[in-house]
């Protein structure tokens, strides 16, 4: 099966942007619908954002919409999770996940280790 890793987390300030990728050491990302999720202390675990097999099809929760991107480039097997404006209510671990479906309310079958994403105000 497909093994995920993330990167590209740190510490940010309020306004500042990242971006996340996820990139798979085993396997092809664009047999999977991929997504990320997030999970801050304390909290459930977050939708944050989907993508379809072609990269056509995306959705976003409310919380992110207009200021975050999600985007796949199968040729290179990555993920990218382009955030900006970032709020201190975005600090979470973010796992990209993979499964054969594209979808919000989907339970994906991969995901990776997670990577750290800190804003301060």
Avoid at 5 to 20: D, I, K, N, T
Avoid at 34 to 39: E, G, T, V
Avoid at 40 to 69: I, L, M, N, Q
Wanted: a neutral charge; proline letters at 2%; aromatic letters at 12%.
């Amino acid at each position: 099966h497909v093994q995920l890793e993330e990167s590209g987390g740190g510490l940010v300030l309020a306004g500042g942007s990242l971006r996340l990728s996820c990139t798979a050491s085993r396997g092809s990302l664009s047999n999977y619908g991929l997504a990320w999720f997030r999970q801050a202390p304390g909290k459930e675990r977050e939708f944050v954002a989907t993508v379809s097999w072609t990269g056509v099809s995306t959705d976003y929760a409310d919380s992110v919409k207009g200021r975050f991107t999600i985007s796949r480039d199968n040729a290179k097997n990555t993920l990218y999770l382009q955030m900006n404006n970032l709020k201190p209510e975005d600090t979470a671990v973010y796992y990209c996940e993979g499964g054969d479906a594209a979808s919000r309310y989907h339970t994906y079958d991969y995901w990776g280790q997670g990577t750290q994403v800190t804003v301060s105000s």
